[in-house]
């Protein structure tokens, strides 16, 4: 028994995993508003140049409307002071002023018209729209920069994986990866640990968890974006004794606190 337990294993765990792209950009809102259509579908394909959603303009319109309205007065007063100038030292006096304010105004109006020009939001290059239901974004207020969908390249997939805190074991750069994805149980994706999370974050699971990204070493037809499985990460080499005593010895000494 001594002599089984001194045979060298490699480590290894288990995570959940999906299938992400691997370049994915993200599309965010340009600016504060109301989403008001999304022209795509999850998971669509799109090109480059097509909409994808668009914001309620509603309230930029009606301040449109107040802008040009109040060029109109400022270009009139600016007329009347240019009358008034001729005869009287006071008309001159306001007509630089009367000038500037109208520069104004027309500067207010050409900051609308570009934040009208952004409601439109368009593909930036082609791929997958990926995002949740369409129904839980229609009508709903954004901020500026806030992510609204991803787009991906699904000719370039990876692996997003969630290794809990109580299976990790030290992983480095390049460790193997291989993917089980439960649409397709017999057959593996292999990979490569391209990079690992420092600080363990909290899953939909409620579950403490470091986030792992792997590539995927060849082109793998299986391999659509979103689908989910069970991901096995190969770490260093240790004793069969070790690999079979480590999680019994890690929670001894944390009731133990030695």
Known sequence: AAIICLLPVRQTALAPAEVIALDAVVIASPLDGVVKTLHVRPNQAVKKGEPLFSLDDTTLRSRLEVSMKSIAVADAELNAASQRSFDSAQGRNDLALLGGRSQEKRA???????????????????????????????????????????????????????????????????????????????????????????????????????????????????????????????????????????????????????
């Open 108 to 258: 207010e109006l050409a900051a609308i018209q570009a934040q009208l020009s952004r409601v439109e939001v368009v593909a930036t290059r082609d791929g997958v729209a990926v995002f949740g239901d369409p129904n839980d974004w229609i009508g709903k207020p954004v901020v500026t920069g806030e992510r609204i969908m991803l787009l991906a390249d699904p000719a370039q997939p990876a692996m997003l994986l969630n290794l809990p805190v109580a299976d990790a074991i030290a992983l480095e750069i390049g460790a193997p990866v291989k993917l089980y994805l439960s649409a397709h149980p017999l057959s593996s994706i292999e990979g490569r640990i391209m990079e690992t999370s420092y600080q363990a974050i909290t899953t939909t699971d409620n579950i403490a968890a470091y986030r792992l990204r792997a590539s995927i070493d060849e082109k793998a037809p299986e391999a659509r974006l979103g689908l989910r499985g069970t991901a096995k990460v190969y770490g260093g080499w240790v004793i069969l004794g070790y690999y079979v005593l480590r999680r019994p010895l890690a929670s001894l000494r944390a009731w133990s606190g030695l």
